[in-house]
C-alpha cells in the first residue's frame, strides 16, 4: 500500500516509454501526468472542504448546515456549482476589463504551482526541487499583486478597500510567515522538502520548534485572509471585498483558490511541522491526508469561533507580537544548535 | 537547442512586456506588465540553472516592489487613472535613450572577451551561495543590512514628522 500511488506513476511511465519516445520528451510527459493528478486532487478536495467548512460552521454555530440535498447534504455542494456555472457572467461597465479578467485566470495559478513541491507521500511529488521551502515562499508571494488585481479592476471602492487591506495584511504577515520557517530550516540545514521530512524521523518539528508552529498558524491564517483575519473581505463593511463584482464562473475561481489555500497552507504545515507522509502502521500518503485535514480543521474552528479583529489590533499583533517572537525564536534557536553541538563534541551526552 | 528555444520564448516576454509597460498610458497596467516581465527574467535565470536568484527574483520583485509600486500609485495619484503615465508621452527621447544604451551595451558584450567555465553546474546552488555569504562575503552582506536598517528608521521618521519643539 506503501507505494500505491508510485507504482500507479510507475506503469503510467511505462506505458508512455512504450510510444518509443526520448527521455526528455517521457520525463516532460511525466510531470504533465503528474500536474493533471495533482489538479484532480485539490479541486476535489476543494469540494470536500466547502461542503466541511459549512458544516463545521454549522455544528459550532449549534445549527444544522446543509442537510438535505443527497445522505447529509453531501450533494449540495453539486448543485451549488450546477448555480454558479448557469449563472450569467456579468462584467461591469465601469470596470477595467483586461485587469478584472485577468485577475481570475490568474488566482489560481499560484495556488496550485505551491502543490507541486509537496511530498504527499514517499517520492510523491511532482518536482523535488532543491529550493522547495523557499519556492513556496517565492510563488504565494505573487497572490498580493492578483488580489490587488481583482479589487482595483473592478473599480468599486469596496472592491479597492478590500483589495488595499489585502495587500497591507498580506504583505506584513508574510514577514513572521517566513521567519516562522527558518527554525526548521537552521535545523536541517536544508530548503528541500523530502530532506525536511526526512529529518523528522524521530522526533517532529513541532515538538523542537512549538513557538514557530503557533507563529506559522497565525500568519498563515492571515496569509490565506481567512478566520479572524478576513479583513479583506469584511462583510459588514465591504460586501464581499475585492470579490464583490465577480459573478459566476469567475466568482467560483475566487471561492476554489480560497479553498485550495487553505488545503495548501495545511499541507505546508504538515511537511515542516507535522512530520509529513512519516507515522507508523497506516501508508504514508494516509497519515499526511490525516495531518492535512486536522490542520484544516484547525483553521476552520479557529475561524468560527473568533469574532474579527479590527485593522489596527492586526497591524499591532504582526509587528509588535507575531514579529519579535519569531526573531526571538530563530536566535534562541541558532544557540540552541551550537550548544547541542558543543554537548556532542564534548562527549558529554 | 531546447535552452536556445525557451531563452528564444522568455526573450519575447520579457521584451514585449517591457514595451508594453513603457507606452501604456496607464500608470496600474504598467505595473502589472512589469510584474510579468520580472516573472520572464526570473524564467531566464532559471534556464541559466540559477534557481535561487529566480527565486529571490520573484520573491523581491514581483511580490514587493511591484506590489509597493501600485500601492504607491492607487495611495498618492488622483484624477484620471487612464492617462496617468505622464512619461510615456517622450517617446522620441525615450527611445533615443534606449537606442544609445543598447549600442552601449552592444558594444561592450561583443568587444569583452568572455571566459568559460569548465566545471558543471552545481546540483546544490543554495548551500554554496550560503556559505560564500556568511564567508567571503560577510562584509558586503551585513553593510547592506546596515543600509536597509538606516533606510527603514529614515523612513519611520520621515512618516513621523519632527515635532516642532519651539
Redesign the interface.
Known sequence: MENFFVNIAGLIRDLIAGFGLNE?LVYLAMVIVKFVAVLVFVLLNVVVLVYMERRVAGFFQERLGPNRVGPQGTLQLVMDIFKLLSKEDIVPAGA?K??YK?AAYAIFVPTILVYMVIPFGKGMNVID???GL??I???S??T??II??AG?GSRNKYS?VGG?RA?AQM?SY?IPYVFSFLGVIMLT???KMSTIVEAQQGVWFIVLQPIAFIVFLIAGNAEINRGPFDLPEGEQELVAGYHTEYTAGRFAMFYMAEYANLLAMAAIGATVFLGGWQGPWLPGWLWFFIKMYALVFGQMWVRWTFPRIRVDHLMHLNWKVLLPVSLANIVVTGIGIKVYQMVRMMGWW | M?QAIVFGVLAAIVLGFGLAMVLSK?L??SA?YM?VTF?GVAGIYLNLSA??LA??Q??VY???I??LM??GV?LTRRGDIAASNIFNRYKLTGGLMALALFVILGRLIFTSSWNLSSFAVP?????LIADLMMTDFVIPFETAALLLLVALVGAIMVAKGVKNTR
Request: glycine share 6%.
Open positions: 526528455t477595467d483586461f485587469v485577468a526541487l532543491n529550493l523557499f519556492y515562499l517565492a510563488i508571494s505573487v498580493t499583486m490587488f488585481m482595483w479597492l488595499m495587500i504583505v508574510e540545514g536544508s530548503l | 531546447s496607464n496600474v497596467h502589472i510584474a516573472i534557481g535561487f527565486a529571490m520573484i520573491l514581483v511580490g514587493a511591484s506590489v501600485v500601492f492607487m546540483e546544490d546552488t543554495v548551500s
